[in-house]
């Protein structure tokens, strides 16, 4: 009987020898399980421990003393290994070894990998998407460990881990869900007619070449709240006006263009803003010390967004003056002279630039009101939720101090339901053609969704990998913090002109420069409240950047619509644009990231801007013959 069960029994007792672990071990976790050579990283520990225990942690053979945290955890800072491979960590507690862990060091050069995968396969394959999830894949097989089954594990952990994280996340959450809302909201407003009702208001106004240019600008600032939306609508709708007139195909594509993505970059409640917010949010995680709010950050980094407001102000300058210099100029002249709005060469599918959702229901009426008050609703909604939820005595620390994200949902939600009710009340719509047209704006947010789910993600992996901790250890003392958002400018221009897509360049670049910024600033003892300005407008510069990189590309989406909705030949639009893009582009970092990185106002930096652009245009530009210019009263 004992032979028989002897080696069974004693087998088993074996197995759970070996499976189960000690008891004190179970009682600690120790973090992290990675870290880059020569970077330093913190080990924390979480467990039970007395408050008299003298709790260590033995790194390397250096025995370093462990401070506790407000959560409870003890954290050992700025351990430094220097050599690749797995490296012991033992805690110790009144001298005793309670727990151990292994971390596996790997070269610091391994962890900016993910995000220049992503930007690399972003400028090959012109598509995001699978960008941002090779960058996701690859830095999920580096954390695993570089082996065969790493690479399966790395991909399923991608989806499984990271993803679902940035999808469970609650805040990321909230900004998927008032986003769709808002969408939602465009897409009623323009099929119960109430946008074109807007563009009706303002179209009789344009009864010359220059105002009918002015009116396009205003259009396009206007319709605030959606950049496709709003180069579909006023593309196509002030085309018949401006081809009256003799203006250019060209030039309306440039002020179509050149007024959407910059007002629904800097407008501080468009379908813009869930994204923006979410990126901005997953940055100042990794953002030790730092603590406003994420949309609280946003607000205070619109002064800073130099291209977009400037972009602006050179539309209205441009219309406003009858003057224009380079390709456009030469366009222009054809136009009035020859009455050809379009260049003998051009190549346009005049049915193209549409989009059924936006298409009026046809025998209703169009009425403003019908976009004016959801939008109204949703401006003063969001005002209303971040006074409600906010706390202080002023308004500056009421709205530092709310939350946004409540506040953006309530709004969202209150929009889309006065633009649903209105449609309905007034039988412009039935509910079933409301809840389509409510679906048609979510799914136009569809893909933007996508793109910031991976971009979440990615920011996880590079957070594990310690991404921005190496960057620093690189630049952190060769770089003034000044120069920072030029730099983060120039690189975002950069990858959204090479990609087209300035969605995409933010889903890329704000999660790692932000933490770069402020690990760039403690370097440099300037992180301080006084210098958060610099943070300010490095996240004005990965917008602006992406929209003026969007500017200067051909494969850039808006801009394609821009072309299509204006029924102007892409080609000329793009080179007719260029010149203009790349000035207002210039003088923005010359002139205003640049000095106010180093200290100048952005309210002195933006006057000094626009008076040197002015200069600039009046030097290069020359009227336009206005011999030819039709009779007034044409338009109408």
């Not at 940055?283 to 603590?291: H, I, K, L, T, V």
Request: charged share 10%; net charge negative; aromatic share 10%.
């Amino acid at each position: 009987m004992y032979t028989r069960w002897a080696i069974p029994v004693w087998a088993i007792a074996a197995l759970l020898c070996f499976c189960v672990s000690p008891a004190w071990a179970q009682d600690y976790e120790i973090e992290p399980v990675l870290a880059l050579a020569g970077v330093p990283f913190d080990v924390s520990v979480t467990g039970k421990v007395s408050g008299s225990d003298v709790l260590a942690v033995r790194v390397g053979g250096e025995t370093l003393i462990a401070e506790v945290e407000e959560n409870g955890s003890f954290i050992v800072a700025d351990i430094v290994v220097s050599s690749t491979g797995p490296a012991e960590i033992e805690l110790l507690i009144n001298g005793s070894i309670m727990a151990e862990a292994s971390v596996r060091v790997i070269p610091g050069w391994v962890s900016i990998l993910p995000p220049l995968i992503a930007i690399g396969v972003a400028l090959i394959t012109k598509n995001v998407i699978p960008a941002l999830f090779l960058g996701l894949w690859f830095g999920a097989f580096a954390v695993h460990g570089f082996s065969i089954v790493g690479v399966g594990w790395g991909l399923l952990n991608a989806f499984q881990v990271y993803v679902l994280e940035a999808i469970a996340n609650p805040d990321h959450a909230a900004i998927i869900l008032f986003t769709f809302m808002i969408g939602g909201m465009v897409g009623i407003v323009s099929r119960n007619g109430g946008m074109q009702g807007v563009v009706n208001k303002i179209v009789p106004f344009a009864r010359t070449p220059e105002r009918a240019q002015v009116a396009t600008g205003v259009l396009g600032l206007v319709i605030f709240f959606d950049d496709y939306a709003n180069v579909l609508v006023v593309g196509n709708t002030m085309r018949q006006v401006t081809d009256k007139l003799r203006v250019s195909r060209e030039k309306l594509a440039y002020i179509v263009d050149s007024t959407a993505a910059p007002v629904a970059c800097v407008a501080f409640v468009t379908t813009w803003i869930g994204f923006e917010v979410g990126q901005i949010a997953t940055g100042m995680q990794q953002m030790d010390g730092y603590s406003e709010a994420a949309y609280t950050v946003f607000l205070k980094s619109i002064p800073y967004s130099f291209y977009p407001i400037l972009a602006m102000f050179f539309v209205f300058l441009v219309s406003l003056s009858g003057r224009d210099f380079g390709p456009m100029y030469h366009a222009e002249i054809r136009a009035r002279t020859k009455g050809q709005v379009l260049s003998p060469a051009a190549r346009v599918d005049e049915s193209a630039g549409g989009a059924r959702e936006l298409v009026p229901k046809e025998g209703q009426p169009q009425r403003a009101v019908n976009a004016m008050i959801p939008i109204s609703v949703l401006i003063s909604g969001v005002l209303v939720g971040l006074y409600v939820t906010g706390e202080g005595n002023g308004l500056r620390e009421i709205i530092g101090s709310a939350d946004s994200y409540k506040a953006l949902m309530w709004a969202s939600l209150l929009g889309a339901f006065t633009a649903a009710a209105l449609s309905i009340g007034q039988r412009i719509l039935t509910i079933a053609e409301t809840v389509d047209a409510w679906y048609a704006g979510l799914k136009a947010m569809m893909i933007a969704m996508i793109i910031l789910v991976l971009a979440w993600s990615l920011s996880a992996v590079t957070e594990v990998l310690n991404t921005a901790g190496y960057l620093v250890s690189v630049l952190g003392d060769a770089l003034h913090p000044g120069f920072v958002p030029a730099l983060v400018f120039i690189l975002s221009a950069a990858t959204a002109f090479a990609t087209g897509s300035s969605w995409g360049t933010m889903g890329i670049l704000m999660p790692l420069v932000l933490p770069l910024c402020w690990a760039v600033m403690q370097a440099s003892n300037m992180a301080t409240p006084e210098n958060y300005g610099i943070i300010y407008s490095t996240v004005a510069c990965v917008l602006a950047g992406s929209v003026w990189g969007d500017h200067c590309s051909p494969i850039s989406d808006t801009t394609i619509l821009s072309s299509m909705a204006s029924g102007s030949d892409h080609i000329d639009h793009v080179r007719t644009q260029l010149p203009y893009a790349l000035l207002v582009g210039s003088v923005g970092v010359m002139i205003g990231t640049i000095p106010t990185g180093f200290g100048l106002p952005w309210w002195l930096a933006l006057p000094i801007s626009a008076g040197i652009l002015i200069g600039i245009h009046r030097f290069l530009s020359k009227p336009v013959d206005l011999e030819f210019q039709t009779e007034e009263g044409t338009a109408t």
